[in-house]
């Protein structure tokens, strides 16, 4: 496939590696391809800037929106190496058609993946924890007022050098997490499989008041009843029960992580029984869990210290990084820094 390459005349100076943050920071280019009426037009690799999009774009209006998240990382080889690019690709085409849009084939949008760290490769840093965050985007940009879905869209790519995802968090310290019993991210039926930007829009006010009180994220029940654990903030959830890794099944109110996927083929790998059942308020209320962790590509995996059920809170393994998260944790990051072996050859070599 060919990429039409224009360089910068401006390269930005890097950023202190200790002061990286989350998405602070950008490299000196982005990708973007176009697509008019189910046809995609030549990928560019362009100097990172405002995009120019019509006022009357159907991403602004009417919430055709969505986005994937991976990363790429410097192994203790020097060497580039993205991580499950083609299960992010893949996932965004599945999820793409629920929102009527249009998404690039997967083995082209992995393509564009590699160009961008390959123009930017010096922007992957070497520190460890660190990584370059990819977050693909693809957007309406038809200007039509109409309701229906746009027949013109936009795919861009940007890049990011990140650190810990949580500003109060390094590596492994666990996070304090409020319980939502009243409001819902997703609905059964809605657009919770697909990483919509519209997903992320109703988790906002919940997240904002727990921060308020001190919690770093909430714990989404399901909608009907607030009875099922369904997402922690933007993270699948699992927990440690009896001698089991428990984790609730997906459905369309579930988005299918790439890291809980690998976090799950680990486990077994590991000879820990892993099941995919849902996970009752009562038995996280009942103090029942030995061990509470998020996984998501941002923070890798994410252990709770504390849940609030309205006031009542419960401390998950006094407050300390359990040994199932912190063995899986291990196991995933050295792998993605190339310390262990990647058996399910889940990196791809960046030329």
Known sequence: MAIRITRTSSPKPQPDVKKLGFGKFFSDHMATCECVDGKWA??????????????????????????????????????????????????????????????????????????????????????????????????????????????????????????????????????????????????????????????????????????????????????????????????NLFAVIGDELVTPPLSDSILAGVTRDSLMTLARDKGIKVVERPITRSELEAGTAKEVFGSGTAAVVSPVGELNFEGKKVMINGGQPGPIAKALYDELTGIQRGSKPDTHGWLKLVE
Not at 88 to 113: H, S, T, W, Y
Not at 142 to 154: D, N
Request: proline fraction near 7%; aromatic fraction near 10%; charged fraction near 20%.
């Open 42 to 235: 030549e990928p560019q690799l362009v100097p990172f800037g405002p995009l120019s999009i019509d006022p009357a774009a159907g991403a602004l209006h009417y919430g055709q929106a969505m986005f994937e998240g991976l990363k790429a990382f410097r192994g203790e080889d020097g060497k580039v190496r993205l991580f499950r690019a083609d299960a992010n690709a893949k996932r965004m085409a599945k999820g793409a058609p629920r929102l009527c849009m249009q998404a690039p084939d997967p083995a082209k949008a992995v393509e564009i993946f590699h160009a961008l760290v390959a123009l930017d490769r010096d922007w992957v840093p070497s520190a460890l924890g660190t990584s370059l965050y990819l977050r693909p985007n693809l957007i309406a940009t038809e200007g039509y007022l109409g309701v229906r879905p746009s027949t013109r869209y936009l795919f861009y790519v940007i890049a990011s050098p990140v650190g810990a995802y949580y500003s109060n968090a390094s590596g492994l310290e666990p996070v304090r997490i409020k319980v939502e019993l009243k409001l819902t991210r997703a609905a059964p039926g809605g657009i919770g499989a697909a990483k919509a930007a519209a997903n992320y829009a109703t988790s906002l006010y919940s997240a904002a008041e727990a921060k308020k009180e001190g919690y770093s994220q909430v714990l989404w029940m399901d909608a009907k009843e607030h009875a099922f654990v369904e997402e922690v903030g933007t993270m």
